[in-house]
């Protein structure tokens, strides 16, 4: 259930108080003096037909979405993509060179990459063994012989990453952030969202017909009979759970989500459903409470679960089995399963090569593993060093910020720059690494493999009831492109990858690489401190530390920015959902704005270089551009509009540069310009 924590939890780019000047950075670097540094600038992407006025996204980016199509293979291209494929050839090349390695030790972590990989790879095995892999699982969902059982099996099997309608995890507790917690988040739908059983657009009706073809056709590739059936009462089971799914907005609220309940009481919420005896086998029968996330969405299921025949939760829990395995079974079953949730739901042409569908099963499963080498190989010392700087020029330019708000009173500045301070920043790879030590990897058995990493991951989790909080863990990998925050934990996070140009570049000048990764940085920070971010104290505890009148001013503001984003048309017929993205857009705004004053800060009130004809302050705005350069299929794009907290990424450089003076100031941007905002309606938070 990691992909639920990480939602539900964590806010991601995709998520000591104190100024290191530039000085100091060139002290720990000397070579830096001697080298003259580059602009940064990808200028062969621009589109110089295009005014930076009226679009300066097309204008950074333009020639480059011009001149390149998305492969067949993929559904977007972009700095982000670039990267996640470098990173991709990177790993491949680790575990390529461990798979060719002979007499590897049988349960060294070296052995386990390679036959993880190996056992991907062997599609003559799985096209041979058909679905027998999961054969004892679909015997135990038909020998099921009452609702106590199934209640059980929902348990019990989730760990194995069977979907049923109960997502649990565990947390930690949001009001008492020293402590681990249960946690149940509303789950158990096949497509992506509540909204795609209800709505009446053709794309929706036709989705939702594709839906049920692909259901009737797993079932007889399975060998199963009465497929059209089953998938009628899949369908069915799925519509009535997602009428009682909370949307995406209302899933966002930090304070409506918390709902502590003593495991004693929750038969308040429904009586219909065996807690005892999920909870047991769950593991956590010795558990006093548990957060339910959505109680609303328990009661309904109550419910349902109740007037649900039991044949009709076998049908239902029998079709996710085989979809929750589809990947690793034969080409038959895969082809199946890529071609409705790949081409039908996202416009995936074709599938991506084996190797790299390899790559990421190792990479889910034994990632720092994999994570070690890759950062031996690929990660300096120096860029760490240099990162970690950025970092502190980035918080203390916060700081600087907050205590210049002329809209906040001075108690609640206060607050904040405790839990500024507070911050714990991980840069690069993590401290301690994680133990494999009691997962068993075989050459010859994926499913296997894939069954044993689920359930030792579960484990782990388990076992941090009761017990301190893990501050040395990590939520990716350090070969994962990408940054997040965490509330609970109140850290930011950056993996190595995601520290190598357009983000961040150690042969640039300062500007782009504060436009970039500093923007990065500055929206993680941003997390902390955005509409739900800001509902944590310093210690990660859900408490309300502002003023009332300050808070007022602050959802005045963020609704503002809801309104500004709310009018950007992703399609004639589509825009972006302010209040979904309202987080994100909270994050990249003060991220870029924070960046812009840590810049101008590390320049100890000199003039910044002209560098390929361009100023210090258009190398900046320019850097912040070209790392959202983006492409992506419609459908994709479509889903991610629905789905994604994030905003589209044209609208992601548009929106907060529109809202910036400075921005103004660089490119002579005037009433009438198409970026033009007035005064007035600039939206200043951070």
């Known amino acids: 259930m990691k992909t639920i924590i990480t939602s539900a939890l964590c806010?991601?780019?995709?998520?000591?108080?104190?100024?290191?000047?530039?000085?100091?950075?060139n002290t720990a670097n000397p070579t830096m003096q001697k080298t003259a540094l580059a602009s940064g600038i990808e200028k062969a992407n621009m589109d110089l037909?295009?005014?930076?006025?009226?679009?300066?996204?097309?204008?950074?980016?333009?020639?480059?979405?011009?001149?390149?199509?998305?492969?067949?293979?993929?559904?977007?291209i972009g700095s982000f993509y670039d990267l996640r494929d470098k990173a991709d050839d990177d790993v491949k090349a680790i575990i390529e060179e461990l798979a060719a390695t002979k007499n590897l030790k049988n349960g060294s972590?070296?052995?386990?990459?390679?036959?993880l990989f190996r056992s991907y790879m062997n599609s003559e095995q799985r096209d041979a063994l058909g679905i027998k892999p999961i054969q004892d699982i679909l015997d135990v969902i038909g020998n099921i012989e009452n609702k106590d059982q199934l209640a059980s099996f929902f348990a019990k099997y989730q760990a194995m990453g069977i979907n049923n309608p109960l997502g649990f995890y565990i947390g930690i507790d949001a009001k008492?952030?020293?402590?681990?917690?249960?946690?149940?988040?509303?789950?158990?739908?096949?497509?992506?969202?509540r909204d795609y059983y209800f709505n009446e657009a053709e794309r929706f009706v036709k989705l939702r017909s594709g839906y049920l073809t692909h259901i009737e056709n797993m079932y007889k590739l399975a060998g199963f009979n009465n497929g059209q059936a089953a998938a009628k009462t899949i369908m069915d089971l799925e519509t009535q759970l997602a009428k009682h799914h909370w949307t995406?907005?209302?899933?966002?609220?930090?304070?409506?989500?918390?709902?502590?309940?003593?495991?004693?009481?929750?038969?308040?919420?429904t009586d219909k459903f065996n807690w005892q005896a999920y909870l047991a086998a769950q593991g956590v029968a010795g558990e006093k409470d548990i957060i339910i996330n959505q109680p609303d969405f328990i009661k309904g299921f109550g419910d349902i679960f109740a007037d649900t025949s039991l044949e009709d939760w076998k049908t239902y829990l029998t079709f996710h089995t085989l979809s929750n395995f589809a990947s690793y079974l034969s080409q038959d079953m895969?082809?199946?399963?890529?071609?409705?949730?790949?081409?039908?739901?996202?416009?995936?042409?074709?599938?991506?090569?084996?190797?790299?569908?390899?790559?990421?099963?190792?990479?889910?499963?034994?990632?720092?593993?994999?994570?070690?080498?890759?950062?031996?190989?690929?990660?300096?010392?120096?860029?760490?060093?240099?990162?970690?700087?950025?970092v502190e020029n980035l918080r203390s330019a916060y700081g600087q910020s907050i205590n210049e708000l002329e809209w906040m009173s001075e108690k609640t500045q206060q607050a904040a720059q405790v839990k500024l301070a507070a911050f714990t920043p991980k840069i690069g790879y993590p401290d301690k690494w994680e133990d494999y030590s009691a997962l068993t990897i075989k050459g010859d058995d994926l499913v296997g493999n894939i069954i044993r990493s689920r359930t030792v991951s579960n484990d782990k989790e388990l076992e941090k009831l009761g017990g301190p909080i893990r501050k040395w863990e990590w939520g990716m990998t350090p070969q994962t492109v990408n940054a997040y925050y965490s509330p609970t934990r109140n850290e930011i996070v950056f993996p190595a990858a995601i520290l190598q140009p357009p983000f961040f570049n150690m042969a640039a000048d300062d500007a782009v690489n504060y436009g970039g990764i500093g923007a990065v940085?500055?929206?993680?920070?941003?997390?902390?401190?955005?509409?739900?971010?800001?509902?944590?104290?310093?210690?990660?505890?859900l408490r309300n530390w502002w003023s009332e009148e300050d808070l007022a001013e602050f959802a005045k503001r963020t609704k503002s920015l809801v309104d500004q984003y709310q009018g950007y048309q992703v399609f004639d017929d589509l825009h972006v959902n302010g209040e979904l993205t309202l987080g994100e857009n909270i994050g990249d705004l003060s991220g870029v704005t924070i960046a812009y004053k840590a810049y101008k800060a590390s320049l100890n009130g000199k003039e910044a270089p002209v560098i390929d004809g361009l100023t210090g302050d258009q190398r900046f705005f320019m850097g912040y551009a070209q790392i959202w350069r983006s492409k992506m299929v419609e459908k994709t794009l479509r889903n991610r509009v629905a789905t994604?907290?994030?905003?589209?990424?044209?609208?992601?450089?548009?929106?907060?540069?529109?809202?910036?003076?400075?921005?103004?100031?660089?490119?002579?941007?005037?009433?009438?310009?198409?970026?033009?905002?007035?005064?007035?309606?600039?939206?200043?938070?951070?």
């Open 49 to 76: 037909s295009v005014r930076p006025q009226d679009n300066f996204y097309k204008y950074i980016n333009g020639g480059w979405l011009k001149a390149n199509e998305i492969p067949g293979d993929k559904t977007s």
């Open 334 to 390: 895969v082809s199946e399963n890529f071609d409705f949730f790949s081409r039908q739901l996202s416009g995936r042409k074709e599938q991506r090569p084996l190797w790299k569908r390899g790559v990421a099963v190792v990479n889910n499963n034994l990632g720092e593993v994999i994570g070690k080498v890759y950062v031996g190989r690929h990660f300096t010392p120096q860029a760490k060093e240099r990162m970690s700087v950025l």
């Open 248 to 269: 995406r907005v209302e899933t966002r609220n930090s304070e409506k989500r918390y709902n502590k309940f003593a495991v004693a009481d929750l038969s308040s919420l």
């Open 11 to 25: 806010s991601s780019l995709l998520l000591v108080a104190g100024c290191n000047t530039t000085e100091e950075t």
């Open 644 to 686: 994604d907290p994030h905003s589209p990424g044209e609208f992601r450089a548009l929106g907060s540069l529109s809202n910036m003076n400075e921005f103004y100031q660089a490119f002579d941007v005037k009433e009438g310009d198409a970026m033009y905002l007035p005064p007035e309606k600039r939206v200043k938070i951070w």
């Open 176 to 193: 008492d952030s020293s402590r681990y917690a249960t946690h149940i988040w509303q789950y158990g739908l096949g497509l992506p969202d």
């Open 521 to 541: 940085i500055g929206h993680e920070m941003g997390h902390g401190f955005d509409d739900q971010g800001s509902k944590y104290d310093a210690e990660g505890n």
């Open 109 to 115: 972590d070296e052995q386990k990459v390679a036959d």
